[in-house]
C-alpha cells in the first residue's frame, strides 16, 4: 500500500485515482471541482482542502491537468508543489504528470522538479475514458530509466500497455504524434460517414463491413462519431465528453507547434486542427471531439474544398 497524491480528478483523473483505490493503494485527491471530490470519496478515496494538504505523507504524486499553463501552475508557481516538497524533508516522493501538455512544459517542470532532487517522469495516457475507468490505458513515458522501473506498480494499476518513450519529454512527444493521428482519423472517418449517409448507406451496415477491413480504426470501432452504431460512444449520449473538442484542439495545436519548430509538413493536421478549433468557435469546446462529425456535415462543400 502507497500513500498517493491525486490532483486533477477530471475525466479522466477520477477513474484513475478509483483505480489505484482498487489496487490497494490509500489516495488523496485533489480538484477546483466540488463533484470530482465527491466522485474520488465515493471510490474510496480521501478529498484534500487543497493541494498542499493531498500532500501530506504522500509517497507518490501524480497530476492530470487539462495543459502545460495548468501543470505549471500546480507544480511550480509559489507555493506549488515542488515548493511544497521540498519543505517537506524526509523521503523523497516519485512524481508523474500524466497530462496531454506541450514538450517545452514537461521539460521546465522536469528540470525543476530534478533541480530540487525529486524523479519525476511525463506520462501522458490514450485509451480515453474507457481505457481510464478499465484500467487499461497506455501510458507513454519520458523519464530516467530507475525512475520508470520505480513507477511500474502505480501504471499497471491504471493500465495495460506502459512503454519509456524515451528521456524527459518523449512521453509528450510521443502523444501529441497519437493524436495528431487520432485527429486526423476522426475527420477522415467523419468525412466518409457523412458521403456513405448521402449516399443513402446504412452506418450500421458501414461499420459491419470495415471494423474487419483496411479502413478499420479506433475511432470507427470504439468511438463511432455517428449515433447509433457503437454503444458506447459519446454520440450516443449527445456528445457528452468523452474526451473534449477543447482538449483535442489544444492537442493539434501543440502537434503544430512541433511541426513548425522542427519544420515538418503535416497538411492534414494543420487542415484537422484548424477544423477542432472551428467547432470550439461554434460554442462546443466541451462537447466530446468526436462532435466534429456534427459539425463537418454542417459544412458547404465549396467552403472547405477549394
Ligand atoms: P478534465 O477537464 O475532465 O479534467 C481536468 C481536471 O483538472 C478538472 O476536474 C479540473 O477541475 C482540474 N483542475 C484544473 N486546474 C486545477 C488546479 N489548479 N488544481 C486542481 N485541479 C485542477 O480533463 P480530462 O479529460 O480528464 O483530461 C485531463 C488530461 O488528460 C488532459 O491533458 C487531456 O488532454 C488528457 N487526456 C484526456 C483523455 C480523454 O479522453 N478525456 C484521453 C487522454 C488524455
Redesign the pocket.
Known sequence: MTAIAF????????PMAANLVKAGHRVTG????AE?LAALAAAGGTVAAN?AEALVGAEVVIT????GQ?VR??WLHQGGLIDVLGKRGGAKPLLLD????DVESARVVGDAAGQAGFDMLDA??????GG?VAGTLTFMVGGADATFARAQPYFQAMGRTIVHAGGPGMGQAA?ICNNMMLGINMVGLSEALILAERLGLDLKKLHDIVAPSSGQSWALTSYCPAPGVVPAAPANRDYA????AG?MA??MKLAQAAAEATGTPTPLGTLAASYYQAVCDAGSARKDFSFVYRWLAEQDRKDLVK
Open positions: 490532483i486533477g480528478l477530471g475525466n479522466m483523473g477520477g485533489y480538484d477546483l471541482n470530482a493541494a492530470m491537468l487539462p495543459a495548468q501552475d500546480v500524466c497530462s496531454t501538455i501522458p495516457v490514450s485509451g480515453g475514458v481510464a502523444k465528453a468523452g474526451f473534449m482538449l489544444k492537442d
